[in-house]
């Protein structure tokens, strides 16, 4: 939610307002430093966390994964951006994830996090995350924790609304936060200022193969009228079949949308009906267009990422085909659009309002079916506010952004500008609890929060701002998430922790989902890299050319071959190492010193990661094991001669054939 920015400026004065105008968060001792009821997050050594929580780390790439109730990190996923410490986006094998249509790029601003459901349950098979900078979905692979596949999404501009899912994780939607000239006009330099006559706002539905391999394709794309798309969700049970968007600057604003976009009092949150967009397709209504996106996905048998370059989507006009979208008016500056467990309760967030607006999908279908319409948006019927809503939740705080559940009737809104969460019984629309955040609250889950069945206990607060909770630490203070027990009546906060990069959304669900499919090594038998090596036997030097490709294998504690001699100036050197090991947790990692394209590698076992080096000078460099594997780790080492480029030392390693 970088866009608060200019809100949280105002936002200072105003929670100082806040604190006397509602005189909410407690000011006693407990409501700050917690419940002080024992340490209730405290999980013993060797013991397990009940939940893993995955927050997404914004503007870092990455997703955090942490236990909970004790906070603990326990792996960090990178996923649009490079990092050594897993050699992603270094090794050869997984650059191509991080291909796109405007070529290799090394990093993204990753704000949602979902996990599969199936009947609207989560079933722990993929995590899948949106790249808001340059659109794209990532789905993360639960038995590996690796980032599985990235699909490019064409003709939008900052994937926000994304990676919401149906509830059979048929798809998985984005919508564009900016609306674009449209790509497919096969004119896209127009002036600014015909933003009105010439952007769209592009809603996309990827489908995804849920039955076998997850793997995500285009299934079609909705052209809407130009506004900024925000968020969404997916309707559930009677709401199946629906879709939930919020979206602002419905003045279509195209400069200081601070002041611009903030005109009238009411913005909206589109309803598509995706069932009937897919009979509208099957009758032949959607045009298909020509496009250029990028697909990558990753084969686990070769352990290889590849990229291919797509080129056409199917996308419909809302327009010509009735019965697709409405739109529903909602107040101020809408940014959060959840919807409750039994799909009945649509709720709207307004980062400038002072109620929470909750509508009712059978009203909303009586609505429609009573044609109880405000005219229309470019032929998109608006719905009557009154006709729609269920309630509104009044004095609720200020700047109501994001809803979660609890199954039990309750709803969780998180406040950035009072600093924040509020518990409100859907039904009645009232308030029954709040609790402080320290400070300005964005997200906020309860595991499994948005499904059909949450699983309750907890509710975290992903704070922007720390300040005073933490040692200082320079200019730059951690994020931090706060936990509150949620099982009694009030909410009680019993742990605060520091989070990655700028925690978004979040996702949890209970351990016992995931830890039974953990993969706990790749087996060598099935590993059908090409340059696989393995068994030590197999290890060898080849050149082609100017490529010289080492064939290498890592066990504790030496790599063979560990001396490699006939290397040329001008030469491409591919170390290929396989790490031979079969046992859990035991990688071994690859470095060598200088050299340009000078990465790292981290093999898991049974695993071939290449680096590839280009060395820049003659002499002998040493390459060395990264990762502490045994005792003598600090003897897994090598040398690697280089030549000139005329030189007639002979290409020759100490393998195992040679002896
Ligand atoms: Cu509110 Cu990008 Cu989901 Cu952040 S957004 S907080
Ligand atoms: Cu292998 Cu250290």
């Keep these: ?105 090394q990093w993204d601003d ?180 020509k496009a250029s996106y990028i697909h990558n996905t990753y084969d ?31 107040p101020k500056s809408p940014h959060g659009c959840d919807v409750d467990p039994t799909g009945e309760y649509i709720v709207g967030g307004g980062k400038l309002a002072a109620i929470i607006p909750v509508y009712s999908f059978t009203k909303m279908l009586d609505a429609i079916n009573a044609k109880k319409f405000d005219g229309d948006f470019n032929g998109i019927p608006v719905l009557n506010y009154q006709a729609v809503l269920h309630g509104e939740v009044k004095k609720p705080g200020l700047g109501p952004l994001h809803t979660e559940f609890d199954g039990k009737g309750n709803a969780y809104t998180s406040f950035f500008v009072s600093s924040e969460i509020v518990k409100w019984d859907i039904k009645e629309c009232k308030v029954l609890d709040r609790a402080p955040t320290y400070y300005s609250v964005g997200h906020l889950l309860v595991p499994g929060g948005d499904t059909r069945k949450p699983h309750g206990k907890y509710v975290i607060g992903m704070n922007k701002i720390t300040k005073d909770r933490y040692l200082p630490t320079g200019p730059e203070l951690t994020q931090s998430a706060q936990l509150y027990d949620i099982s009694g009546d009030k909410m009680r906060m019993i742990l605060d922790f520091p989070t990655i990069g700028e925690p978004h959304y979040a996702q949890a669900c209970p351990a016992d989902l995931l830890k039974k499919n953990s993969l706990k090594s790749y087996k060598l038998t ?63 990692g690859f470095a060598v010193k200088g050299g340009a394209d000078c990465s790292e590698l981290l093999l898991m076992p049974g695993e071939t990661q290449t680096m590839k080096w280009i060395p820049k000078a003659t002499g002998v460099y040493p390459f060395y094991c990264t990762d502490f594997c045994s005792a003598l780790h600090q003897e897994m080492q090598g040398y690697i001669r280089v030549s000139p480029a005329n030189s007639s030392v002979e290409l020759k390693a100490n393998t195992l054939a040679k002896n």
Aim: charged share 20%.
């Design 1 to 105: 939610m970088r866009r608060l920015t200019t809100i949280f400026v105002s936002g200072v004065v105003l929670t100082a307002l806040v604190f006397f105008m509602i005189g909410c968060p407690s000011t006693d001792k407990t409501a700050v430093t917690g419940s002080g009821q024992g340490n209730e997050a405290f999980v013993p050594p060797g013991k397990h966390d009940d939940f893993y929580a995955f927050m997404s780390g914004g503007f870092s790439g990455q997703i955090g994964v942490y236990g909970l109730p004790s906070g603990r990190l326990l792996r960090v996923i990178p996923v649009f951006s490079q990092d050594a410490e897993k050699g992603y986006g270094y090794s050869e094998e997984t650059k191509p994830l991080l291909n796109t249509s405007h070529g290799f790029i």
């Design 110 to 289: 990753l704000h949602h996090l979902q996990l599969s459901v199936t009947n609207g349950e989560q079933d722990g098979r993929w995590l899948f995350a949106n790249a808001n900078n340059t659109p794209r979905i990532a789905r993360i692979d639960l038995r590996t924790f690796r980032t599985a596949e990235v699909i490019e999404i064409p003709n939008t501009g900052g994937n926000h609304a994304s990676p919401f899912i149906t509830e059979n994780t048929e798809y998985i939607v984005s919508a564009t936060r900016f609306s674009v000239p449209n790509e497919y006009s096969g004119n896209t330099d127009v002036p600014i200022e015909t933003y009105k006559e010439n952007f769209k706002g592009a809603l996309t539905f990827v489908k995804c193969d849920n039955k076998n391999s997850g793997e995500m394709s285009l299934g079609f794309q909705i052209l809407m009228p130009g506004f900024n798309y925000d968020l969404s969700r997916a309707g559930k049970d009677k709401s199946h079949g629906w879709f939930f968007f919020s979206c602002y600057n419905s003045e279509q604003a195209n400069t200081m949308l601070e002041i611009n976009a903030s005109q009238k009092d009411k913005d909206f949150i589109a309803a598509v009906n995706w069932k009937k967009a897919e009979e509208y397709i099957a009758q032949g209504k959607g045009k298909m267009m």
């Design 300 to 330: 686990e048998s070769t352990h290889t990422a590849k990229s291919e370059t797509l080129t056409d989507v199917m996308t419909i006009d809302p327009a010509e085909c009735p019965g697709i979208v409405y739109y529903i008016p909602t």
């Design 526 to 588: 099935e590993n059908k890299h090409p340059y696989a090596t393995l068994g030590e036997k197999e290890a060898k030097v080849e050149r082609k050319g100017n490529d010289v490709h080492i064939y290498m294998s890592s066990i504790r504690s030496h790599f063979l071959p560990d001396n490699v001699e006939g290397v040329k100036l001008g030469d491409v050197v591919y170390f290929h190492v396989t790490n031979l090991e079969q046992d859990w947790d035991v990688p071994h």
